[in-house]
């Protein structure tokens, strides 16, 4: 089993800035890969970005792209989400996710384990 708790959600204006941050527990952190996903109200879940187990990969979905990195720090069992230049678009809930076999992946089906997840709102 493997726990993850987000953070860093809240209240921004279009144009700013949030970093989101995901705490793992219950398992080896570095042989996981790590998503993100988010999921607007009366709206699928979708794919946000991704990781590979050791950073080396990393994909974007093309609507944040060049706005939003991920990244991850497998010494302190953490993947971030950092976001810039926001857009009311962006409101949703954010949720972290993670697979066991380490590949980055865009599909929510790929994932095993998710957060609670943490609103993200950008007002105009």
């Known amino acids: 089993q493997v726990q993850l708790v987000e953070s860093g959600g809240g209240l921004v204006q279009a144009g700013g800035s949030l970093r989101l941050s995901c705490a793992a527990s219950g398992r080896t952190f570095s042989t996981l890969g790590m998503g993100w996903f988010r999921q607007a109200p009366g709206k699928e879940r979708e794919f946000v970005a991704s990781?590979?187990?050791?950073?080396?990969?990393?994909n974007t979905a093309d609507s944040v792209k060049g706005r939003f990195t991920i990244s991850r720090d497998n010494a302190k069992n953490m993947v971030y989400l950092q976001m810039n230049s926001l857009k009311p678009e962006d409101t949703a809930v954010y949720y972290c996710a993670a697979r066991p076999t380490g590949w980055a992946s865009g599909r929510v089906s790929d994932y095993d384990y998710w957060g609670q997840g943490t609103q993200v709102t950008v007002s105009s």
């Open positions: 990781i590979s187990r050791y950073g080396g990969t990393t």
